[in-house]
């Protein structure tokens, strides 16, 4: 059960939420801060089935109520995805809506979990504001999140934070290298991606996507960039039945961690690699980071990614040595 793994892997979590749970003594919002690797959402959704489940404590996670909720069938319950679309406003006027409304199910809780909150509109922050400020007796809110400080400090002040330690890079990247091509095992760990999603991300084609265009893309940018920028134009993304959002999230954290690897000089085992990071100077290292970062941000709230790409490529184009 999920809450044998999160009292293993994040001790502190578990106790903070068992203690509220055993003494009825749940604050009204929570905010769940941790890396992309961390069990946020499958907290958020142990604590919903915690509220509405028979058992003391953490729940069961079996029963028929439990089953609901993990499945998104629970009616008292509502899940917004700001992890893979910006959420508006009007999103967050209709789970006030909905929750003004008589109780569906008969535990009373009504609970509502956003994903991603720091990538909302400036208006959706501001009316989720509002309903922070007036929480219904029976209304809990979550919202995950891995980057606080895009978090208006007003939202925060109203949550009580709740922080998941970060995973062991480094320690993956040991368990999985002799496993795995040298690597894929670098890039899949420092990336921060669950040990135990390592090898389902390798195998899915978003991640090899990503992965070939990404070597491709910096051989060429460090030789010409124009030939780098055409070959992002016909080959990178949206040109095929892909997740063409997931697979440009790939491919800038692998821009983004190669560029940093760059700046300390960092020594990989991968002669690929390395020879990328001897290529690249100090200023390019500088200017690749900057641009990823800033791209990645808008890489969720962006509704045309080709747009953004032609973004990227212009950004990219600027670099001054």
Request: hydrophobic share 35%; net charge negative.
């Amino acid at each position: 059960m999920f809450q044998e793994e999160l009292r293993k892997d994040h001790p502190t979590v578990y106790k903070v939420l068992e203690n509220a749970l055993k003494r009825d003594r749940l604050a009204h919002a929570y905010m769940f801060v941790g890396e992309a690797s961390a069990p946020k959402k499958e907290t958020a959704y142990l604590l919903a089935q915690s509220l509405v489940c028979d058992e003391d404590g953490f729940a069961d996670e079996t029963c028929e109520s439990c089953m609901r909720v993990i499945h998104n069938n629970y009616a008292d319950m509502i899940y917004l995805d700001g992890s893979t679309i910006s959420i508006k406003k009007e999103d967050i006027l209709k789970v006030k809506e909905e929750f003004s409304k008589t109780n569906m199910e008969s535990k009373g809780k009504k609970i509502y979990v956003i994903d991603g909150a720091e990538y909302a509109t400036i208006s959706a922050l501001n009316s989720l504001l509002t309903f922070l400020e007036e929480p219904g007796s029976q209304t809990i809110a979550i919202l995950l999140v891995e980057n606080p400080d895009q978090i208006l400090d007003t939202i925060k002040s109203r949550c009580q934070m709740i922080t998941f330690q970060k995973q062991n890079k480094a320690d993956t990247f040991k368990r999985f290298r002799e496993e795995y091509d040298i690597l894929d095992a670098y890039l899949l760990s420092y990336l921060g991606i669950p040990e135990k999603k390592i090898a389902e991300v390798m195998e899915c084609e978003e991640y090899q996507h990503a992965l070939y265009t990404f070597k491709t893309y910096i051989e060429k940018y460090l030789k010409r960039y124009q030939d780098a920028n055409v070959f992002l134009q016909t080959e990178g993304f949206g040109k095929n039945k892909l997740d063409s959002k997931l697979v440009c999230r790939y491919f800038l954290d692998m821009l983004g961690l190669l560029a940093k690897d760059a700046l300390i000089e960092k020594r990989i085992d991968s002669s690929w690699y390395q020879s990328m990071i001897d290529l690249m100077s100090k200023k390019q290292a500088e200017h690749i980071l900057n641009v990823s970062n800033t791209i990645k941000d808008k890489n969720i709230k962006s509704v045309n990614l080709g747009l953004l790409i032609d973004q990227f490529i212009y950004e990219m184009g600027e670099f001054d040595e």
